[in-house]
């Protein structure tokens, strides 16, 4: 029986495939490619801030370098990272389908984000912009560096984006296996259904925000310009319209890894799948009403300010309803600590922090003290990276086996989980202090007094380095050494563990038909 | 006759004329939302310069814009009734029904190159340039015609590719290469139409008869 990998071989049979598991597979590849530039700048960042005043590289550099690494994270490889790699593989499987609903889209979709990548990269080669990676106007339309290019990339980047969402939400609609109904649907179907409404419908304001952008600064047509009447702050609200609702294109997928990393781990059903569920659509509705909490300092009414900061904090009711039904998930569970649950672990203590600290940043009053300093780039990194990245990871090393039909070493990879968790806490705990003490973000200098203090967050980048090296190591070991993993090798109960490793190009042998819902680990295991 | 063939992911045609459907109408509240972001520009800068606006509203021609409601609904009924005509496999009357739309596509897009002929000829352009701004001073005469220009343009580019779209599928109809079981990807076509056609009702009502001297 031949897998997806190899019942056809050719390159061109790769290139134009529309076997979701493939376009996965690529997206993975390309994500995890942009995973480690981003990451290189970061470096860069860091080692620069090892000592007050120039270490490595001098300020217009800077400036250019955090916005490469802000552009290359968020852009190029948080918002596409989960859904489009994981989500593109798994969510057919797990529905019981053979493909997604447009798979000629779908192709289509990983070249309109390559062409993206390209443009914003050729950007980037042509000296870089230093805008940051939000664009603010009247700076990002009066900059002498290169912008247009990466305006661009990042419109084209979009129409991927929403491409991907449409065909999501038409799969979910129309392909789940008979019998399938909207209760039945694994939760990480859940999370990236809710992901993708949010996808179809943010992601074309910025796209046009960005335009218009492109258009003030190429032919001075001043949309946000105030010589010719624009207002600098109504760019503000279209942008954060989409960013902020963009945080949770990024968190979303991450919670439905960990629901599925949690019950397999715990060999239970969870504490409660319509919480779990239908949180996951709360916050992508919430989401869209919490923009504002971005500029309570750029001049906004009390009033609205107030009716901001609440909304904002409905998220974390939400997010909290999670997070005491995964408590509640492993609570008696019969745990297995394997490497993918570590991570889930990592994600659970660095969200709740970074999440807690997002109540405080959405309080207006302690939002002035900390607004534009460390604190909120701590504040982010902690729900973005520490959300997104332990997840990818957490998916990563939880469906290599399904993906590659190889087991990696489990102690490296608690190697890397532990480095990872090191790693990133003694990058970004820092940083709160810093901001707190007022230490502003994106400075290229900085006081004396910080520098004990930069010195550790210098010190954790190259801890999570070090994790990135490992996990690279054993997952290439495991490529060409790796035992074969079987269908399952974890006991999962859920629906793409029942079909072989790799899958069969149309993921299931026979039509299948899920005789029990995706978490009954109390019933007796067997297909 | 041809007719679409059941893509091998789907169990029976029903589902996949289903999924056809329901993923254009998600792309169509993804295009909503990408106009949505220019209406939010609009009604904030209207609010800012409501003076501005409502003798701005007075240099477009309402007859034009007006004559270009009606070709557009008109198109709309014309496309609507096409899908129906296929669907009972009466063929020549949807070829010649989508005909007119793809006519009125054109008709709409040459009026609208009058309009765009007339402001350049006034010395209006985007951005703020050309002489008739010298004459204009007050802040918010530029944004509104910058927003003209944009929200119109962008619109006249969803015309067009309606237009390429619909043609394309009144030559598809006439060559018989698509018959009544095929007529939901005729429907796709229509409702992209309906779209642009619903868009403009707005844009109407924002750049011909939302003030004016009359």
Redesign the interface.
């Known amino acids: 029986m031949k897998s997806y990998l190899d019942h056809r071989t050719t390159v061109g049979s790769w290139l134009g495939t529309t076997d979701h598991k493939r376009i996965g597979l690529m997206f993975l590849v390309a994500t995890a490619a942009m995973l480690l530039l981003g990451g290189a700048f970061a470096i860069l960042l860091r080692l620069e801030h090892l000592t007050p005043g120039p270490t490595i590289m001098g300020a217009p550099a800077y400036n250019r370098v955090f916005t490469l690494h802000g552009v290359i994270m968020v852009w190029l490889f948080m918002i596409p990272s989960i859904p489009a790699t994981f989500g593109n593989f798994l969510l057919p499987v797990m529905l019981g ?7 000629r889209l779908n192709l289509a979709s990983f070249y309109i984000y390559l062409l993206g990548a390209a443009i914003t990269l050729g950007g980037v080669v042509a000296s870089g912009a230093d805008t940051g990676w939000t664009f603010y106007v009247p700076y990002s339309s009066t900059t002498f560096t290169p912008v247009i290019p990466i305006l661009i990339g990042v419109f084209i980047l979009g129409w991927s984006t ?1 491409i991907t ?3 999501f ?3 979910t ?3 789940r296996a008979r019998n399938m109904g909207w209760m039945d649907i694994p939760l990480f179907v859940w999370a990236i259904y809710a992901t993708s409404v949010i996808q ?6 910025l ?3 960005l335009l ?1 952008v492109t ?1 003030d600064h190429g ?5 946000f310009d105030p010589a ?4 600098v702050v ?1 760019f503000q ?2 942008f954060w ?1 989409y960013s902020h609702p963009a945080v949770y294109i990024m968190i979303l997928p991450a919670m439905g890894v960990v629901s599925e990393v949690i019950c397999t781990f715990a060999r239970k059903d969870p504490y409660s799948y319509v919480a779990i569920a239908a949180s996951s659509v709360g916050i992508a509705f919430t989401g869209f009403l919490t923009w504002g909490h971005h500029m309570f300092t750029a001049g906004m009414s009390t009033l609205d300010a107030g009716i901001f900061g609440a909304l904002s904090m409905f998220v974390a009711i939400f997010s909290a309803i999670k997070v005491f039904t995964w408590t509640g998930t492993l609570y008696r569970g019969q745990i297995q600590l394997r490497s993918p649950l570590a991570y889930v672990f990592t994600f659970l203590f660095l969200f709740v922090f970074g999440g807690m600290t997002g109540v405080a940043v959405a309080t207006t009053s302690l939002d002035v003290h900390w607004h534009d300093t460390y604190f909120v780039v701590a504040h982010f990194h902690f729900i973005m990276v520490g959300g997104t990245l332990t997840t990818y990871l957490a998916a990563l090393n939880y469906w290599w086996p399904k993906i590659t039909g190889r087991l990696y070493p489990e102690k490296w990879a608690m190697v890397a989980a532990v480095l990872t968790f090191f790693g990133f806490f003694s990058t970004f705990f820092p940083q709160f202090l810093l901001g707190n003490g007022g230490m502003p973000r994106r400075y290229y200098d900085y006081a004396e007094q910080f520098q004990a203090l930069h010195l550790i967050s210098t010190g954790g980048s190259w801890i999570l380095s070090a994790a990135f090296l490992v996990t690279i190591a054993y997952l290439g070991w495991s490529l060409v050494y790796g035992e074969k993993a079987g269908p399952n090798p974890w006991g999962s109960r859920s629906y793409e563990w029942f079909t072989s490793s790799p899958p069969p190009p ?1 993921n299931f042998e026979e ?1 299948p038909e899920f005789r029990h819902r995706p978490y009954d680990y109390h019933e007796r295991i067997g297909t | 006759m041809y007719e679409p063939a059941l893509e091998e992911h789907f169990d029976d045609f029903a589902r996949q004329r289903h999924a056809a459907r329901f993923g254009m109408w998600i792309f169509l509240a993804s295009e909503l939302l990408l106009f949505a972001a220019l209406f939010v520009l609009y009604f904030g800068y209207r609010a800012h310069y409501p003076q501005v606006f409502s003798e701005g509203v007075g240099h477009n021609a309402r007859a034009i814009g007006t004559l270009n409601t009606c070709i557009l609904l008109l198109g709309s009924i014309a496309v609507a009734l096409a899908v129906n005509e296929l669907r009972r496999s009466r063929t020549r009357s949807a070829v010649l029904l989508l005909a007119a739309t793809t006519l009125a596509a054109i008709a709409f897009l040459i009026l609208k190159g009058s309009e765009y002929a007339a402001h350049l000829q006034e010395g209006i352009r985007p951005g703020g340039q050309g002489h008739f701004f010298l004459e204009h001073q007050e802040p918010g005469w530029p944004i509104f015609f910058t927003l003209y220009f944009a929200m119109t343009g962008l619109h006249a580019i969803h015309v067009a590719v309606g237009g390429v779209l619909l043609g394309g599928m009144t030559w598809w109809v006439a060559r018989r290469r698509v018959g009544a079981a095929g007529a939901y990807r005729v429907e796709m076509g229509a409702l992209y139409w309906h779209l642009v056609d619903l868009i403009w009702v707005f844009l109407w009502a924002m750049f011909y008869l939302m003030g004016g001297h009359g």
């Open positions: 389908a053979r493909d997604v609903a447009f798979p929403i969402g449409i065909n939400i038409a799969t609609h129309t392909l179809v419908l943010a992601t074309p304001v796209g046009m925000t218009l258009m032919f001075g047509w001043g949309f010719k009447g624009g207002d109504l609200h279209v319209f149309h039509t």
